[in-house]
């Protein structure tokens, strides 16, 4: 064979440290140090960014808060424009009567119906 005994006497497999998050690589498939060494940096590179993205993936998470998906069943209000007209907050059971001034913006007695919902749910 190559080398007979002597083929396993050198040993050049490397093992690579990052400090800062105490990740290990351990590369010991070619037999040169030198690229054993620049794999096991490759390989440690790899281990990092998918951290790095786990990380930025949960703080997106955190900073978008829950998802709901739009679909039938999920709503918070329904609107009645016609024959009668009236906004009811489904979650809150909270009504109003003037849906012009809803449809314009004014939401002030469904966030404080909400709200009020909310610290009754926290108590």
Not at 31 to 47: D, F, H, P, T, V
Not at 67 to 81: D, F, K, N
Not at 99 to 115: I, K, M, S, W
């Amino acid at each position: 064979g190559k080398g007979g005994q002597n083929v396993n006497k050198v040993e050049t497999a490397v093992r690579v440290v990052h400090k800062p998050t105490g990740i290990a690589v351990r590369c010991s498939a070619e037999r040169s140090q030198l690229r054993n060494k620049e794999r096991a940096l490759q390989i440690l590179k790899g281990k990092l960014r998918v951290i790095q993205e786990e990380l930025r993936v949960s703080r997106m998470a955190d900073i978008r808060g829950d998802m709901v998906e739009a679909a039938w069943g999920t709503q918070i209000r329904s609107y009645v424009l016609h024959p009668y007209k009236m906004v009811k907050d489904l979650r809150t059971g909270y009504e109003a009567a003037d849906t012009g001034a809803v449809l314009d913006g004014e939401l002030d007695g469904f966030v404080t119906a909400f709200l009020r919902a909310k610290k009754g749910d926290a108590e």
